[in-house]
């Protein structure tokens, strides 16, 4: 599945007959029970008469389980085949197509369970999905951005073309007397790049912060 192992070993019930009662931590879990030295340590689940025992013999690394904007990212613990289950996690044969694939898990599944509805979801269309409304709502963000953008763009060029027809008269004095077109051009624009530099200094800060 792509977790990252960073102390111990991974669940391996064929090589390791007591794996069927070991587990892996993430490292909020680790840090939730305070264990020091979790790979070799023992955790009980359950309370009373119901306690299990069960023995760490690794640790992975904490990823996005649950939902994307959580403030912290929850304790984790991945079991043995002890541990009852609803749902089987399992990773597809690259060598054969998909179609293969979902087919042979469907006839195993229905061997031991034909009376149980078969229905499976692939996991990377549910981690996608858990940041669609997040990237529908960049997606729509940058597009009024943009045509905000737009609507000023223009509303400077009306600005500028009216300051540019009221002084029309002074324009034509100046370029009978020898001014350039770049030097016309910046005093019409001095103004509107004064403006336009000072908003830029009062937004700048702001998001500077968002994307830090």
Known sequence: MGAKLIAGR???????????????L??????????KSPV?????????TDQEKWHVVGVIKDFILESPFAEHIA??????PRLFCQVIHF????????NANIEKAENIFKKYNPRYP???VFTDDAYARKFREEQQIGSL?????????LISCLGLFALAAYM???RIREIGVRKVLGASVTSITTLLAREFVLLVGIAFLIAAPSGLVRHG
């Open 141 to 149: 963000s940058a597009l009024f951005a943009g045509l905000t953008i």
């Open 118 to 120: 078969w229905e499976y």
């Open 26 to 35: 993430n490292e909020a879990a680790v840090k939730a029970m305070r264990l």
């Open 91 to 98: 990773k597809l044969n690259p060598a054969n197509s998909i």
């Open 164 to 166: 540019a027809e009221n």
């Open 75 to 80: 304790p984790m613990m991945i079991a043995g």
């Open 10 to 24: 991974d669940l391996d019930v064929y090589k390791y007959a007591t794996d069927s009662t070991a587990v892996l």
């Open 40 to 48: 070799g340590a023992n955790i009980w689940r359950g309370t009373g």
